[in-house]
């Protein structure tokens, strides 16, 4: 058993991957578009029965997936009603140096907003908090030598 996060980006999801690709290293291992929905040209149909989409969705994100080192995240457009939020919820970003938690902070920070800056903690040489552009909160962590 294993729990992968789903992220909606509302709108803003192929920006997103792209920011991850070279922000953090991700891979994206699948795409599909809303226009790949065998359903999407019958009435009251968009992402599964009764769904309703909204006009213009053709080539929004229906589905992705994308790997961050040994991670799955999945992320879509949703509805593309673009409000996206992310309260409540962060992902971590651990790695092993404090050199690499810097790179990957300060690219996640580009446009995005510092909740916690990078510093040494009692718990990590290297740890900060920030909502990158999209809003997704991440912490990221140097994890401690053993």
Excluded at 43 to 48: K, L, M, Q, S, V
Excluded at 57 to 84: L, P, Q
């Amino acid at each position: 058993m294993q729990v992968e996060p789903y992220l909606s980006f509302e709108g803003r999801c192929e920006e997103a991957l792209e920011f991850y690709k070279k922000t953090i290293g991700a891979e994206v291992t699948a795409l599909m578009r809303f226009k790949d929905n065998p359903d999407s040209g019958k009435a009251g149909e968009g992402c599964g029965p009764g769904a309703t989409m909204p006009p213009g969705i053709d080539n929004k994100v229906m589905h992705s997936s994308f790997r961050v080192g040994k991670s799955t995240i999945m992320a879509t457009d949703g509805s593309c009603n673009g409000k996206a939020t992310f309260a409540g919820i962060s992902l971590t970003l651990a790695v092993d140096t404090p050199s690499e938690a810097e790179k990957y902070f300060t690219a996640l920070s580009n446009e995005g907003s510092v909740t916690m800056p990078l510093g040494k903690t009692f718990f990590s040489p290297a740890f900060g908090m920030v909502a990158d552009k999209f809003g997704v909160h991440w912490m990221v962590i140097a994890t401690p030598a053993a």
